[in-house]
T-cell receptor, first 115, second 113 residues
């Protein structure tokens, strides 16, 4: 059973470029979450999606960041015109529908470095 | 506002020692989870506690959920170097079919051989 798959594992971008991070949830999971982690800080919630719907984007910066989870294919977190402060580890997590205790299954993360 | 406070932030102990770490909040959660994260990897779920006062054991790890479902503790007996890692607690709020997890900053544990 494949776990949550994220790619790329490492991504280097120059300021002003775009970063696209992809996440394939575990088989049977229809809920996807994106979190950002900075050194010595906890995981910060960014966005919660179900297929074709954004359920909660209260943690997403208002500009340059967007996320989608299309009917077919992986979820994508897009960061436009990256700045150095976007450098972080971005984690995707998934959960099955109907889970009443909220556990998440995480991928291994995508580490973005902005030069 | 940090909803979940974890303490201590850093802990370095000798192999074989016992330790207890804490996760505290002023908010009530539907459930609380503990995750362990190793460098370069994603968090891995250790346990979920749901009922106030609940105690769960996972080998040498004992997890307790506070009676009021606002706090939790993790006790490790006879720590081993393999226990080294970042321990994250997370509180879940579930509304309808949707849930949202809020994480503490984590406790960095180092167990010296």
């Amino acid at each position: 059973n494949a776990g949550v798959m994220q790619n790329p594992r490492h991504l280097v971008r120059r300021r002003g470029q775009e970063a696209r991070l992809r996440c394939s949830p575990m088989k049977g999971h229809s809920h996807v979450y994106w979190y950002r982690q900075l050194p010595e800080e906890g995981l910060k919630f960014m966005v919660y999606l179900q297929k074709e719907n954004i359920i909660d984007e209260s943690g997403m910066p208002k500009e340059r960041f967007s996320a989608e989870f299309p009917k077919e294919g992986p979820s994508i977190l897009r960061i436009q015109q990256v700045v150095r402060g976007d450098s972080a580890a971005y984690f995707c997590a998934s959960s099955p529908p109907g889970r009443r205790t909220g556990e998440l299954f995480f991928g291994e993360g995508s580490r973005l470095t902005v030069l | 506002t940090q909803l979940l406070e974890q303490s201590p932030q850093f802990l370095s102990i000798q192999e074989g020692e016992n330790l207890t770490v804490y996760c505290n909040s002023s908010s009530v959660f539907s459930s609380l989870q503990w995750y362990r994260q190793e460098p370069g990897e994603g968090p891995v779920l250790l346990v979920t506690v749901v009922t106030g006062g609940e105690v769960k054991k996972l080998k040498r790890l004992t997890f307790q959920f506070g009676d009021a479902r606002k706090d939790s503790s993790l006790h490790i007996t006879a720590a081993q170097p393999g226990d080294t890692g970042l321990y994250l607690c997370a509180g879940a709020r579930i509304t309808g079919a949707n849930s949202k997890l809020t994480f503490g900053k984590g406790i960095t544990l180092s167990v010296r051989p």
